[in-house]
């Protein structure tokens, strides 16, 4: 094996390939994709180009891991004594080879080569060499020549196989082939218009005039999909005209049916985008206001930061407070409304974060069942009588959706399902009146909302 580099050298920080190198060795250990991307982006020195071209290969080698795996194999005679350094450099080489025409594959062999020949010693620069050209002369193994189906859906689509089970126990084979291809596709760059502030014919004159590409989305009425540009960096999101948040995720405000003078809880509020969405509804000269809660403080100083940029403090109030834990600030019977967007597994959003499908297992989902049906116990009876209690999570598994829903109501005889209102003709309200959306639908994050309604006491 061979020496470790801790320090980035001044070389790798000018080259694109070795810093995705880097970028993925820290992912490998448990960081986040983006948070590691942007820390790396930070030290490095590229133009705009090379940075784009490192973002590609980063999350190109996440979402095809199972895939470039597969083809590494054979070539491989000791893989637990290649140096994990050396196996992110295989992983970038076959990506840009595989999946970027663009890129020649005697750039691909030499860069990598000369990678491994600065970073590492002689020795791992000829096993590089003679295992790249050993790719090239014996051609890859072939995916489809894998018997077992799931299997071979699952080194295709780079999606674990309890992933694969599961779609396909609640979607069937033909649309679980349809949702684990959609799943790689990279996400749009979307925005929510805050009304408050903009009407969405006025954001997308902004946003045109600065020199982005608009789309009006087809989920939702205030959403937009931005090309030709950084939407965080642009004036309107600095004005608070708009603020990033994915189509799906604004699916769940409006099924509250929200009046200008209601008290509303979101009960788990960080960052504050649907916080903010409640806030456009509401009208404090009227009375209205939202009480947001996150445990974490630095959190809750986000959600109020957010709010003053978009122009809705004067009705949000921010808590440093466990949902289930709000028996020690509220009375029963506060809120007209609450909203619980629940902590879980988050496998809706493997377009944005696709290291999370080899993190997760169906034993997360059942565990963090249980602090969702916390939360909604806790906070039910906060809820007035004929108030809307709108549930939903960015994930498809349904022991975190319809179960917890049916496990919620198997003790809470006083609330009953409500049908779930989407404001545009959509094909995502099932026959219990409960929403699912999958990425494969109008390529959005996955996301689950159910609406409850108190009936008594």
């Known amino acids: 094996m061979s020496k470790q580099q801790t320090a980035i050298s001044k070389w790798e920080k000018t080259n694109p390939r070795a810093m995705a190198v880097r970028t993925l060795e820290k992912v490998r250990t448990g960081s986040y994709s983006n948070l590691e991307l942007n820390a790396m982006i930070k030290q490095a020195d590229l133009s705009e180009r090379d940075i784009h071209f490192m973002t590609t290969m980063v999350y190109g080698v996440i979402q095809h891991r199972l895939t470039l795996e597969y083809w590494l194999k054979p070539f491989i005679k000791n893989p637990n004594r290649l140096d994990p350094w050396v196996r992110e450099l295989f992983m970038i080489s076959l990506f840009q080879w595989q999946y970027l025409d663009k ?72 649309r679980t082939e349809k949702i684990a291809a959609s799943i790689n596709h990279a996400p749009a760059q979307s925005a929510r218009v805050n009304i408050a502030l903009a009407s969405v014919d006025e954001a997308i004159s902004d946003l045109e005039f600065e020199g982005f590409k608009v789309t009006r989305s087809e989920v939702s009425p205030v959403g937009l999909r931005l090309e030709n540009g950084h939407a965080a960096s642009s004036h309107a999101f600095e004005a608070g ?110 377009r944005r974060k696709p290291e999370i499908r080899y993190e997760k297992t169906l034993d997360d989902s059942r565990n963090l069942q249980k602090i969702q049906l916390e939360i909604l116990n806790a906070v039910a009876d906060k809820l007035k009588v004929g108030g809307r209690l709108v549930y939903g999570t960015c ?63």
């Open 103 to 174: 890129v020649p594959k005697r750039a691909v062999f030499d860069e990598a080569i000369n990678i491994a020949k600065k970073r590492g010693h002689d020795g791992i620069r000829r096993m590089v060499t003679g295992t790249l050209h050993a790719m090239d002369r014996q051609g890859l193994p072939d995916t489809d020549k894998i018997t077992n189906p799931t299997e071979r859906l699952s080194v295709q689509e780079s999606l674990p196989i309890w992933i694969i089970d599961l779609l396909v126990e609640q979607y069937g084979v033909e």
């Open 241 to 350: 005209l708009i603020t990033l948040q994915d189509e799906a995720a604004m699916l769940m405000v409006p099924s509250l049916e929200i009046a200008p003078d209601m008290r509303v809880l979101d009960a788990a509020a960080a960052p504050g985008g649907k916080t903010t969405q409640i806030a456009t509804y509401l009208d404090a000269t009227q009375g209205g206001s939202v009480d947001a809660l996150d445990i974490h403080d630095h959190k809750v100083k986000l959600i109020a930061e957010n709010a003053y940029r978009l122009g809705v403090a004067d009705r949000v109030k921010a808590h440093s407070l466990d949902a289930r834990k709000v028996d020690d600030a509220f009375e029963n019977e506060t809120f007209d409304r609450i909203l619980v967007d629940a902590p879980c597994s988050g496998l809706g959003l493997l």
């Open 395 to 457: 994930t498809f598994v349904n022991l975190e959706n319809d179960d917890v829903i049916q496990k919620f109501l198997a003790t809470h005889s006083n609330f009953r399902i409500a049908k779930s209102m989407v404001e545009l003709d959509l094909s995502i309200v099932d026959e219990q009146q409960l929403i699912h959306i999958m990425p494969d639908q109008y390529g959005t994050d996955g996301f689950f909302i159910a609406t409850l309604e108190r009936t008594e006491k």
